[in-house]
């Protein structure tokens, strides 16, 4: 199976609509907000209504479980002309199995790599976790550095996508971003989806805390 994947026209745009005004909302009560908010899934019913019975049972085939756990609902912010998202891979900050875990991103209006879309390296879902180092970024705390990234053999895609469109990708997926190279801000959703059974590998959870530790002193 691909680590990641793409399906259109399956958001109801109405809802998408509504759900990007609650997000407006939250950024205008929550100031101190630039770019990321690790959680909005208590902000608003209409953000979680979002995942329809469709969208959910595709998360259900994808993880071969009927009972996935929402763990939380990211709200991203692409800021018009800001600096890319480094190559990195999600797992390195949730430590579980590579196939017990999923993200749906749903944008909350058009996006594609230009301004502030993910691109990701095509590979099995069973990618192996590659070395993170601490990063100076504000946010965001991981990557792949240059050597590592560029050793990889890698074919790169990305998606084009309109409101009513959302990609997944699995935990041990590599994706990073260009940036937005245009003069408006962006917004997406992340819906992260765990199994229930997932287990918390602690000598990962070990070197993700060493790598968190250093990022704040660069940060600090």
């Known amino acids: 199976m ?3 994947g793409f399906i259109k026209n399956i958001v109801d745009k109405n809802k998408i609509k509504i759900a990007r005004e609650d997000c407006l909302n939250y950024l205008s009560e ?4 630039t770019n990321y908010s690790a959680d ?11 995942i329809t019975k469709n969208i959910f049972l595709k998360v259900c085939d994808l993880l071969n479980i009927n009972n996935p756990d929402l763990c939380s ?3 991203h912010i692409q800021r018009a002309n800001c600096e890319g998202i480094p190559p990195h891979q999600d797992n390195f900050y949730h430590c579980i199995d590579y196939d017990k875990g999923l993200k749906i991103l749903i944008p909350l209006q058009d996006i594609s790599s230009v301004n502030g879309g993910l691109l990701f390296i095509d590979d099995k879902f069973d990618q192996t976790l590659l ?7 504000r946010n965001f705390s991981s990557y792949i550095d240059n050597d590592t990234f560029n050793k990889i053999n890698k074919k790169v895609v990305s998606y084009d996508m309109k409101i ?11 994706h990073y971003s260009i940036g937005n ?7 997406f959703l992340v819906y992260r989806y765990q199994s229930p059974e997932a287990k918390i590998d602690k000598n990962m959870e070990n070197l993700y805390k060493e790598c968190y530790s250093k990022h704040l002193d660069n940060i600090n």
């Open 40 to 50: 909005i899934s208590d902000y608003s019913k209409n953000i979680n209504s979002l």
């Open 73 to 75: 609902v990211e709200l």
């Open 131 to 137: 070395k993170h180092v601490p990063s100076n970024i």
């Open 181 to 187: 190279k245009t003069s408006f801000d962006v917004m």
């Open 164 to 174: 009513g469109d959302f990609s997944y990708h699995f935990l041990n997926s590599i």
């Open 30 to 33: 929550n100031k101190e907000i």
């Open 2 to 4: 691909n680590s990641h």
